[in-house]
């Protein structure tokens, strides 16, 4: 539950980023739109997001970090 919690949160802080892109873009504001996206909160969004979405899919590694290994 907190992992859907935590990812909702995500998903709502990267649809903000992503409504102040589009008023950017609709100013005609590009050339701040373009660093918003490559170098400001939008990217530490869409960042913030896919570092949950990596950790929740190593959580099934056993005790030394592996899974699925075999026998030497």
């Known amino acids: ?11 709502d802080r990267l649809d903000q980023s992503l409504a102040r892109l589009r008023g950017l873009i609709k100013r005609g504001e590009n050339a701040e ?29 056993g005790a030394r970090g592996a899974s699925n290994t075999k026998p030497l």
Do not use: V
């Open 33 to 61: 739109a373009i660093r918003f996206m490559e170098k400001g909160d939008l990217k530490d969004k869409f960042e913030d997001l896919q570092n949950l979405i990596t950790i929740s899919s190593t959580g099934t590694l």
């Open 1 to 11: 539950m907190k992992y859907a919690r935590q990812t909702q949160s995500a998903l």
